[in-house]
């Protein structure tokens, strides 16, 4: 199928997941997941209006912002982010959605400052307990949203998880509404205003709208597999 097609079918997804849970789907941002892809793909994309585009390797975000002539797209940063690379995502990113540690908060602001902007950002929560996943334990929420509220070119407008690989996307419901119930937790005032959920990717984006995400991360279902040679 063409890009065109998949989008289509995305959207009508996005649409029948709202239907079911009551919600607009004006309310569900879709960032199209254009990690290893060409700018070409990205094009496609964007000529059928698809302009907000996440990528999760600084290096590949840098080509990408750089080569892109026009200033009409948003660049989603979704990747874990070593303090190294925060001038890239200072410089590029819209959005970064995997804030995870006050070390990398502070690299970004500095860096921020420097570039005279300010960068949204959603704190990454590992909801499903698995090891092997960045994010902070749902329990250090609180303490860490008062630690970078002292960094003011930072806006910490939600939270971001990656769900537990599974065949059922109904087995990570519970991650979801784990996500969703954490957006209750005070917050420092300031910089923070906990409003976005960053959850759900290809497989599982409809039960992540259904409990309320804001913004899903769809790669595969619209660019088609990915080729990692």
Known sequence: MSIRANLD???????????????????V?????????????????ADQGQMVF???????????????????????FIGHLQRNKAPVVARH???????????????????????????RCLVQVNVSGEQSKFGLDPS?????????AQFERLRIEGLMTLAAP??????????????????????P????RLRALSMGMSGD??????EGATHVRVGSAIFGNRSYQ
């Open 9 to 27: 079918v995305v959207h009508e997804r996005i649409a029948r997941a709202c239907l079911k849970s009551g919600r607009d789907p004006a309310e």
């Open 29 to 45: 941002t879709l960032v199209a997941v254009s990690k290893t892809f060409p700018l070409e793909r990205l094009q496609a994309a």
């Open 54 to 76: 996440g990528e999760n390797k600084a290096q590949e975000l840098d080509e990408k912002a750089t080569a892109w002539t026009s200033s009409d797209v948003e660049w989603h």
């Open 93 to 119: 990113a819209d959005v970064f959605h995997a804030l995870d540690s006050v070390r990398l908060a502070r690299a970004l602001d500095r860096r921020l400052e420097e570039e005279n902007r300010t960068l």
């Open 140 to 148: 250090a929420l609180a303490p860490f949203l008062e630690e970078v």
């Open 166 to 187: 599974t065949d059922d996307p109904e087995h990570v419901r519970p991650q979801f509404s784990l996500l969703r119930s954490l957006l209750s937790t005070p917050a």
């Open 189 to 192: 005032g300031g910089n923070t």
């Open 205 to 210: 984006f409809e039960v992540a709208i259904e």
